[in-house]
Structures are given as structure tokens and as C-alpha cells.
């Protein structure tokens, strides 16, 4: 294995505004959307989390989630988590930390990781994803990070084979759909943990449902490799010296989420009726393609914080403080279903004429609740909770 250190300057001198701007605002935009994504699981105790008998305002609800929030969420998180990765060993090598200690650290830290998760999801969510992006860590911490550039260039091309593959399938998928008929609307699983309305045997179903999820999260660990690859080169901290590329990875990676998500999307909403064969196809394409949709929100996220330059507003700030917070915001939101919407809490969405709106309008309350609590803490000085825990927890008393 290369032990070659990590870059250190790419493409001329980052500029202090930008450096502290765009990565936090990414992790903070982003858990919007691991909210509205996460709510609606909830209230449906499903996965995905949909109403499959849509009426008027509700399929346009079903087909925007489906387009831009549904199995689009979770790659924003992937990313960020490999980018931070390579942020953090950088500023352990900065501090003059040797290259075993950068890694002792980012293990030390990552196994802690995986135990935040099997308690996050004995007590809360069965959808955890710290305890997968944990194992993660460590995988990359010890096979890809002190790899030298022409190995990081092989993620670039396995994005391109999965491209290439997608839009293959996407083509079947149309062809069958066109071809076909039949009455098969969207499915979804029943989660047990969610509709159980006792909290101990809610959480016996999900320590059993907690390892599959786990399972079904860890092979993403190509879209956490994509985020190392751009914080190798420090996209987000200067994304003026690459403008280019975010504006590409903007258009490619959100366009090519939204085109291929559309089938299934169109089947959500009820405004599409296939064969059995072909939805089980439009499913396929439609979670295959939703990783694309994590570089294009960041690279989204890093041209915002282009433009916001110098200009941080009271809005910019929180989001900022939230991002610096984004473990806690992550855990809050947690919290914050069980005792708003879980059977045994107060179980307000189905009290509501239209469950799914109330799950939006609940989710974007909570992460508002969120992003006060945080800039809060931040006018504070102090840091996030989970983040000062997970920090003690990884280098100890000091």
C-alpha cells in the first residue's frame, strides 16, 4: 500500500470565508433532507416511506420526494462523510501527528462510530447510518487514504461504469414500460419497529432490523470514496478554483437522479400503472441512480457558498453552526420522531386529515428546531453534544 501523504494544496490558496463556509453548509442543508426523508419512513412505517393510495396533492407530493429526497438523501451523507474523512487526517498530520497516530485516531473514532449506531437504533431508528458509515471508515481508513492520486482516479471511472450501466437499464425500463400493461403501483416493506405501539417490543424488532439495514448501506462505500477524492483536492474549501466541475457535477448528478428516478416517481404518485416486471425494474434504476444525487447536491452547496463569499448573514451562519453540529442535528432528529410520531409517542402525523404533509411539515419544523439549537451553541462557543462526547471518546481527556 502507498503511504503518500495527503495533499495539502491543490489549485492556488483557499480563501478563509470559503474554507469555513461550504463544507459546513453542506452538512447543514443536508440534513433537511435526511429529515424529510427519514420523516416520512416514520409516519408510514414503511420503506420506502409513501402513501400508496395518493389522492391529488399527495401524488405531487409522492412524485417530489421521489425525485428528490427518497434514496437522494443518503448519498449527500456519504460523501460528506469520506470528505470529512480526509479532512480530519489532514488536520491530525497538520498537527504533527505521526502517520500510524492519524490513523489510530480516525479507528479509534470510527469504531466509536459503530457503537453510536447499535445504540442510536436500539433506542431510536431502525434506519441508522452511523453505525454503517462507521464500518465504512474504517474499511477506507485502512485500504484507500493514504493512497496516492492515479489510484483515487479509479472511483472517477467507477462512477462512469455505473452511469453507463443505469442509463442501459433506464432504456429497458421504458421499453418495458411502453410495452407493458398491467396494475402494479409502488411497494414498500413494513417496518416492525415502526408500527408497534410499545416502545420494548419496538426496540427488540429493530436490534433485529438494525444489521440488515447496516448491510444494505456498508457496499456505498464507492459514493463515501468519490467525497475523499474531491477533499484530496479541496473542492469544497476552494470551490472558486473549481467552478468548472461543480457546475458540471450540479447539472450531470441532479439531471441524471431526476431522469432516472422519473418512472418510479410517476408509479408513486399513481399517475403511472405498469406490469409487475417492469415496476421491479423502475425501482432498480430508481435507487441506482439517487447516488448521483449526492455529488450533485454538494457540488450545489459548494456554488451557494461561492456566492455567498463574504456575505454571511444570520441564515448562512446557522446553517454553518448546524453543519459544524451535524452529528447532534442528526441525533435530534431522531428524538424528535419517537416523541412526535412513533405509536407509543404522540403519533401526530395520523391524527391529521394527510399524514404526508404533516410528516413534511414536521420534518422541516424539527430541522428549523435544529438549526436555532445550533447557532444557539455556537453563539455559545460550545460544540454539539454527540460531538463533544464522540471527541472525548477519541482522544481522551485533554
Do not use: C
Not at 8 to 28: F, I, K, T, W
Not at 200 to 211: I, K, Q, S, V
Not at 377 to 384: N, P
Amino acid at each position: 500500500m502507498t503511504t503518500e501523504a495527503l495533499p495539502r494544496v491543490q489549485r492556488g490558496p483557499v480563501r478563509r470565508a470559503e474554507r469555513a463556509l461550504a463544507p459546513d453548509l453542506a452538512r447543514g442543508a443536508m440534513l433537511l433532507i435526511i429529515a424529510l426523508a427519514n420523516v416520512a419512513g416514520v409516519v408510514f412505517a414503511g420503506e420506502p416511506g409513501v402513501d400508496t393510495s395518493p389522492n391529488g396533492p399527495e401524488g405531487v407530493l409522492n412524485f417530489l420526494m421521489f425525485e428528490l429526497v427518497h434514496a437522494r438523501g443518503y448519498p449527500v451523507f456519504a460523501v460528506m462523510f469520506g470528505y470529512g474523512l480526509v479532512q480530519l487526517a489532514r488536520r491530525q498530520d497538520t498537527s504533527g501527528a505521526t502517520r500510524a497516530e492519524t490513523r489510530k485516531v480516525l479507528l479509534r473514532r470510527n469504531a466509536w462510530l459503530v457503537a453510536f449506531g447499535v445504540v442510536h437504533a436500539a433506542l431510536l431508528f431502525y434506519g441508522d447510518f452511523l453505525g454503517a458509515y462507521g464500518i465504512v471508515g474504517i474499511a477506507l481508513t485502512l485500504l484507500l487514504l493514504r493512497r496516492g492520486d492515479k489510484f483515487h482516479r479509479i472511483v472517477l471511472w467507477l462512477w462512469a461504469l455505473t452511469m453507463i450501466e443505469m442509463t442501459v437499464l433506464a432504456v429497458i425500463t421504458w421499453i418495458q414500460i411502453t410495452g407493458a400493461s398491467g396494475d402494479t403501483g409502488i411497494t414498500t416493506k413494513l417496518i416492525g419497529s415502526m408500527s408497534t405501539g410499545d416502545f420494548f417490543a419496538a426496540m427488540g424488532h429493530r436490534l433485529a432490523e438494525w444489521p440488515g439495514h447496516t448491510l444494505t448501506v456498508v457496499p456505498f462505500a464507492m459514493i463515501a470514496w468519490l467525497g475523499m477524492w474531491a477533499a484530496r483536492r479541496r473542492v469544497l474549501e476552494d470551490p472558486g478554483a473549481h467552478l468548472k466541475l461543480l457546475r458540471r457535477t450540479a447539472v450531470i448528478g441532479l439531471g441524471f437522479a431526476i431522469a432516472g428516478g422519473l418512472p418510479n416517481a410517476l408509479i408513486a404518485a399513481g399517475w403511472l400503472r405498469t406490469s409487475e416486471s417492469a415496476a421491479s425494474l423502475a425501482s432498480l434504476v430508481y435507487g441506482g441512480t439517487g447516488m448521483f444525487a449526492g455529488p450533485g447536491y454538494v457540488a450545489l452547496f459548494g456554488l451557494i457558498a461561492l456566492r455567498l463569499g463574504q456575505r454571511r448573514g444570520r441564515v448562512t451562519n446557522a446553517l454553518v453552526a448546524l453543519g459544524q453540529r451535524s452529528l447532534s442535528g442528526y441525533l435530534f432528529q431522531s428524538i424528535a420522531w419517537t416523541v412526535l410520531l412513533m405509536p407509543y409517542g404522540l403519533h401526530l402525523a395520523d391524527r391529521t386529515p394527510s399524514p404526508a404533509f404533516a410528516g413534511v411539515v414536521i420534518a422541516v419544523a424539527v430541522w428549523l428546531a435544529s438549526v436555532l439549537l445550533a447557532r444557539w451553541l455556537d453563539l455559545r462557543g460550545s460544540t454539539g453534544p454527540a460531538e463533544k462526547l464522540l471527541r472525548r471518546l477519541t482522544y481522551g481527556r485533554r
